[in-house]
């Protein structure tokens, strides 16, 4: 083993966000998390990851449930733990960039509602689209951990990795995450970037990964004992497939080392009951598909994450062309490569994602194109680690010239105009920032939420049944 010198493993727990978000859409429903938040406020975790995501969109438009009074609630039951959310740099929790002004915003009323920690990425690490977050963070007395979207690609060597850490640094964020939003990372390999991260910055090292390859439990050894601080993981009842590495057995690995993170197994174990039978209903209704559950290991050969997977053969299915679901991965790469080699993760995933299902099946490479492709070709979600392909640059979009700035920097003001565009429903200051990410979404949950508060009966939407692109 490693140095014995005593370094406890910190564990940040993801049931209440990315675990039913990579297993279940993002379903899981306020009121089954509040009964057990007394429970798990006393397992000592390192922070508690709850909010943001897809969990925004999910709780508007399937739950039918107010995100950030969710967000209210969770923070008046964890009295003693962190609250962490994902943020995804200048695109929010949406999937375009917005203006300085609405980012800073939703910073700020992140913070006030309750959260502690936001771990803030962008899809292509370009580190400029996380300047604003990272400083809004700073400003609202919060801790910012930038998260680096991990990927292979000839461009992400360790030197590469190191110089991004010292960025990140000079950049002042709290923490660094690795996230290996896909399972890619294997775990001698995991050893390496950790101690490349460490070598480039004196910050903490969190690991986030998924199950999605098989590997990802001997990759949080590997890490640990590497000197990662900080890994991710979700109670059993959540865990494995496309979640992450189960808390119980990470704890168990860890006992009796210099690892040791001290949580108690008995207290774990009544979470873990607790949950048990939200599984076994989630299965039974469908919700949790037992696909998911399984290892991939077509994972690694793609760099296709779970989500993007599903979406891949629901789009097929739709086109009636699921018997082309093996060329799709194929074009995956080369798309991604013609592209700059992005992370694959969302926005990106999707978008290359798309791109490559019409490049199949129209017969023709960039016949058709999307306008997110255009978007990205275009430099509108920021610096790629790579040059594009320029003949498919040319073919997508002709004599456009592309821009070399922050693509924030050409976004004008837009709180006055989301202020005004809303007015009529605004209950609370957050409803405006609700509208600005998901304008449709929010208004319909609006339109919702007032009848319920007249008393006209309106069916809950069936959030089991709904599909979601997670």
């Known amino acids: ?60 438009r399937f739950l039918k449930e107010d995100p950030w009074d969710r967000l209210r609630k969770l923070r008046a039951g964890f009295k003693n733990s962190k609250l962490q959310m994902l943020f995804r740099g200048q695109n929010i929790l949406g999937y375009n960039h917005y203006a300085d002004d609405v980012v800073e915003y939703f910073v700020q009323k992140s913070i006030a509602n309750g959260i502690d920690i936001i771990r803030i990425f962008d899809c292509l690490n370009d580190l400029r689209n996380l300047e604003t977050a990272v400083r809004a963070t700073k400003k609202e007395g919060g801790h910012a951990q930038i998260a680096l979207s991990y990927t292979l690609g000839d461009a992400y060597t360790l030197e590469y990795w190191e110089k991004t850490a010292k960025q990140i640094e000079e950049m002042g964020a709290d923490s660094i995450c690795i996230k290996d939003m896909a399972g890619l990372l294997v775990p001698y390999k995991a050893a390496e970037l950790v101690t490349a991260l460490k070598n480039g910055s004196s910050l903490p090292i969190q690991l986030h990964t998924h199950y999605t390859s098989g590997v990802a439990s001997m990759t949080y050894l590997k890490a640990v004992e590497a000197g990662c601080d900080i890994i991710d993981c979700a109670m059993s009842p959540l865990a494995l497939g496309t979640s992450q590495p ?95 080699e992005p992370p694959l993760v969302t926005p ?31 430099g509108e979600f920021g610096q790629t680690i790579k040059p594009f392909n320029p003949e498919v640059q040319k073919k997508c979009i002709g004599d456009v010239k592309p821009i070399t700035c922050r693509p924030a920097d050409l976004i004008e003001p837009q709180l006055p105009k989301y202020r005004e565009e809303c ?48």
């Open 423 to 470: 007015k009529q429903w605004v209950q609370q200051e957050e409803d405006v920032l609700s509208y600005a990410l998901f304008p449709q979404v929010a208004t319909e949950f609006f339109k919702y939420r007032q009848a319920q508060q007249t008393g006209v009966d309106v069916t809950k939407a069936d959030a089991a049944t709904k599909s979601y692109p997670v």
């Open 246 to 340: 189960a808390t119980e057995v990470m704890v168990e690995t860890f006992r009796g080392t210099p690892y040791d993170s001290g949580l108690d197994q008995n207290l774990l174990a009544e979470i873990a009951e607790y949950f048990r039978p939200y599984r076994e209903e989630c299965l039974k209704s469908g919700l949790l598909n037992p696909k998911v559950l399984g290892v991939n290991i077509k994972t690694l050969m793609y760099q296709v994450p779970g989500g993007m997977l599903s979406n891949l053969v629901s789009q097929l299915k739709e086109a009636g062309a699921e018997d082309k679901f093996e060329a799709v991965l194929e074009e995956v790469p080369r798309v991604r490569k013609d592209f700059g």
């Open 348 to 378: 990106s995933s999707q978008i290359v994602g798309t791109q490559a299902v019409l490049n199949v099946l129209q017969g023709e490479r960039y016949k058709l194109v999307t306008k997110e492709s255009k978007k990205i070709l275009s």
């Open 1 to 60: 083993m490693a140095d014995q010198v005593k370094k406890p493993v910190k564990i940040t727990e993801t049931i209440l966000r990315d675990a039913h978000q990579s297993l279940i859409a993002t379903r899981m429903p306020t009121e089954l998390m509040l009964p057990i938040v007394e429970k798990m406020d006393q397992v000592g975790y390192h922070s508690v990851e709850c909010w943001g995501g897809a969990t925004f969109d999910s709780c508007l």
